[in-house]
């Protein structure tokens, strides 16, 4: 009887902590893309060692920001995923936490691009992405961004619509090749107005860009690189350009939400994202190119990725204060010189 007091009384001292651990959760925010691989090869694999569990909500940026605002005294979010100019936004509102860089056993592995994008120190990159010119090898050459408005090129050209996201950064490389690159992005825009007629489209999906390059419609677009695979299907010679200027392209951040209980936890699941081996998963899956520097990938995976150390040195991302404050001059003088 009395070892079963004992038993009872260990067993009920022992309780609070199991319970506790039990019900750790971790929130995050992330984009709806590939959430079935993600669970494979993130959320499953940290639940399992971290012994907690993991609720994920997904949406678009302006609807998970806009949640951050309206439970900002009160957080349900615990990490986000976004972009680095919503990172940059997300910090001005107050909304997001100084990431503690020293609790990531695998932030030195990160390229430099990736370790503070912001120069702020409130977000680390887990993935980037290259803007370049996809162009046909055998009717063009392209050494510059400017080359796209060459007389004899211009008329089988298509150019991302301002409001997408490569409309902006094409702009800006377009205007450092040009030597008019100051923030509003005006010298760009005033060169695509004057040759708006001859410009194939304007376009808004990336998606239609494949079929016509198919049709011989175009020769060149500027696109991101994940939406290179498409066109190393066709039976044409396409390129990838790397202009002098170099590259331009895109980069998603993680953010701790300010006031979170539970950032310790999340420093653990960041850091796990940030992994050489949940990096090279997501990457060989064709999900996200790789911000660990140690990543190896296969030949298939790295041609249709942005890869590489030199890639992610020649990469030009636009500031992410110069997007938040003149996104609305660049709709205005787009209106006004372009017109569509």
Sequence with gaps: MKNAVIAAVALSALSPLAVSAAERTLTISVYAFAQDDFKTLVYDPFEAKCGCKLVVETGNSVERLAKMEANKANPVVDLAAVSMADALAASRAGLIDKVDTAKLSNFAKLYDIAKDPNRDGMSVGYTFYATSIAYRSDKMKIDSWADLLKPDYVGHVAFPNVTTN???????????????????????????????????????????????????????????????????????????????????????????????????????????????????????????????????????????????????????????????????????????????
């Design 166 to 340: 490569q409309g902006p950064p094409a702009l800006y490389m377009l205007g450092q090749a040009l030597g008019r690159d100051t923030p509003d992005l005006k010298g760009p825009i005033e060169a695509l107005g004057e040759k708006k007629d001859e410009i194939v489209t304007f376009y808004e999906k990336s998606s239609q860009l494949v079929q016509l390059m198919q049709q011989e419609e175009i020769w060149a677009a500027p696109i991101g690189r994940f939406s290179w695979a498409g066109f190393t299907k066709l039976d044409l010679p396409i390129a990838w350009a790397t202009p002098k200027e170099g590259q331009t392209g895109g980069m998603n951040v993680l953010v701790l939400t300010k006031g979170s209980k539970n950032q310790d936890l999340a420093l653990q699941f960041m850091d796990f994202w940030l992994s050489t081996d949940t990096q090279t998963k997501l990457a060989e899956k064709l999900i996200d190119s790789p911000a660990n520097s140690e990543v190896k990938l296969s030949e298939a995976a790295a041609g249709n990725l942005t890869y590489g150390e030199a890639t992610a040195k020649s990469l030009k991302l636009i500031p992410s204060a110069v997007a938040l404050d003149n996104r609305a001059g660049w709709l205005k003088a787009w209106n006004e010189k372009v017109g569509q």
